[in-house]
């Protein structure tokens, strides 16, 4: 996943899913590595490499406002899950003419199940479709 609008792509590296959240996206590395003074835009597979930096990176995108919005913040809200799908994967599973509500909805399935384990009520609405 590169986008060369904002942030350049460093030369053979894959900016793929990496991590309990899945960092994707050149952007997101860049701005990640700039918070933890990690250059993660030329050596992304840390974040699948180290468990130091690959807990850092989930923290910071958990706790980080993504189009104005913290992670973090909406999950205790009462549009929790469904919002913080929308949040991370907004377009791609979320909307009228979003191209992957199976994930969301595989998402969702995944989600109620570990509520389930853990004997936990999910808060809120749990689709961003819904």
């Known amino acids: 996943y ?6 350049a792509c460093a030369p053979g590296q894959r900016y793929h899913g990496r991590g309990p959240i899945q960092l994707s996206w050149n952007y997101n590395y860049y701005n990640a590595g ?22 850092m990176t989930a923290l910071w995108y958990w706790m980080t406002p ?13 549009n929790g899950f469904a919002q913080s ?22 998402r969702i399935t995944y989600f109620t199940k570990m509520c389930e384990a853990l004997g936990v009520e999910p808060l809120g609405a749990t689709s961003c479709n819904a």
């Open 66 to 78: 993504h189009a104005g919005r913290v992670i973090h913040d909406v999950v205790a809200g009462e």
């Open 34 to 55: 700039e918070a933890l003074g990690i250059d993660l835009l030329n050596s992304p597979d840390i974040v699948s490499t180290d468990t130091t930096v690959t807990w």
């Open 85 to 106: 799908t929308d949040i991370i994967n907004g377009g791609l599973e979320c909307g009228p003419d979003a191209p992957n509500t199976g994930n969301e909805q595989q």
């Open 2 to 7: 590169c986008d060369n609008a904002s942030i």
